[in-house]
């Protein structure tokens, strides 16, 4: 564990103050919500573990940026901002399951990328939609299931992390199938 979460400044002082090893308090914060924590490892470490600890089954891949501030106590017991500040980007969530007959896991299939997609004369199936951001489109080559997936590369807006979608099989990609036997 990189982290204790407590619900106030002044509880987190008080119990790094009674703590055997070096530490420091933060205030850990992302859009959603915020905590105080008392950091004895790594900022960063800390900052990725306690936003993977939160529920992100739903809405497919995210990029989350979580800030970090420390912070002491003034002779109040109220915050103090301390000098060390920063921030980390941590991904979270899952790429939504496979299609088709081939089976939910995306290694179950064999993808290809045939002529018939379209796409760069050099590179069947994958576009440059300008910057680093890519688009890279196969097919299974035993289903016909398409998947899609974009690549944004450096050029990211702030959240968004690379995604992958699946479309079921149509005519077009069926008789591609019944070609390769
Ligand atoms: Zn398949």
């Known amino acids: 564990m990189e982290y204790k979460e407590f619900n106030s400044v002044l ?3 008080v119990a790094l103050a009674a703590m055997p090893e070096a530490g420091t308090v933060y205030r850990i914060w992302d859009d959603g919500s915020s905590i105080y924590a008392v950091v004895t490892g790594d900022i960063d470490d800390a900052c990725t573990e306690w936003c993977e600890a939160g529920d992100w089954s739903e809405g497919g891949k995210a990029i989350i940026t979580v800030r970090y501030q420390s912070v002491g106590i003034d002779p109040d017991g109220d915050d103090m901002d301390g000098d060390e500040r920063g921030s980390v980007d941590v ?19 064999d993808w290809q990328a045939p002529e018939f997609l379209g796409g760069c004369r050099e590179n069947p199936g994958v576009w440059c939609k300008g910057g680093t951001i890519m688009e890279f489109l196969t097919v299974c080559s035993k289903c016909g299931t398409y998947r899609h997936q974009n690549d944004y590369g450096v050029q990211r807006n702030p959240g968004q992390a690379d995604e992958v979608s699946y479309r079921e099989a149509d005519e077009r990609s069926l008789a591609w199938v019944a070609e390769q036997e």
Request: glycine share 14%.
């Open 11 to 13: 509880e987190a002082h």
């Open 91 to 109: 991904e979270v969530g899952d790429d939504p399951d496979a299609i088709g007959e081939c089976g939910t896991d995306d290694d179950d299939h």
